[in-house]
Structures are given as C-alpha cells and as structure tokens.
Nanobody
Framework: QVQLVESGGGLVQSGGSLRLSCAAP????????MGWYRQAPGKQRELVAI???????NYADSVKARFNISRDNAKKTVDLQMSSLKVEDTAVYFC?????????WGQGVQVTVSS
C-alpha cells in the first residue's frame, strides 16, 4: 500500500499561483508514474498532468503552458506548480501513484480560484 499525502491547496485570486506537493514515502517511488488529477463539483475526475518514472510528461490541454509537474526522487515528492490560475481551475486536486497495474490515491486538496 502506498500512502500519498498532498499539501499546498488553498484560495487564490484569478491570475495567481499555487504549488501543490505530494509525498509518497517508500522505496519504490522512482518506479512510480505520478499524476495529478482534479474533480470539480458535479464533474468527473480528470487528468491534469502526469510524469513517468523516466521523466516523460503529459498535460491536459486546458493547463498546458500554465502548469508544471516535477518530481524529486530523492525527496519522494511530486509537485504541481500552477500559474495564471483561472476560476475554472477550482477543484479538489488528487495525487496518484501508479505502479504496474495498481493505482494509489491521495486524499485530495481543495484549490479555489476566485474572480
């Protein structure tokens, strides 16, 4: 079992920035594909960004050029730097670790962007 702990959510004005962090203690972190997902009220959970163990990165079109995902294998963390935030970025953001065919989720952090 992989326990993920997110931090860094909060309230920010439109155009502002926030940085989310996800800690995944354990000896296998460097093998995980790590991702950030989000779920807005009444909507399905959607992919925001993922980064593989090899460092390949993909972003949702809606966040490209505004968000940046990074990982630190030594610290066993994955961060999501969010800039130029929009009201529509408001959601609960979840960290996910994938190892082989198993997915592990964090508890989620609220990000609220006000106009």
């Amino acid at each position: 079992q992989v326990q993920l702990v997110e931090s860094g959510g909060g309230l920010v004005q439109s155009g502002g920035s926030l940085r989310l962090s996800c800690a995944a203690p354990g000896n296998m972190f460097n093998l995980y594909t790590m991702g950030w997902y989000r779920q807005a009220p009444g909507k399905q959970r959607e992919l925001v960004a993922i980064i593989t163990s090899g460092g390949d990165i993909n972003y949702a079109d809606s966040v490209k050029a505004r968000f940046n995902i990074s990982r630190d294998n030594a610290k066993k963390t994955v961060d999501l730097q969010m800039s130029s935030l929009k009201v529509e970025d408001t959601a609960v953001y979840f960290c996910k670790a994938r190892f082989v065919v198993s997915d592990y989720w964090g508890q989620g952090v609220q990000v609220t962007v006000s106009s």
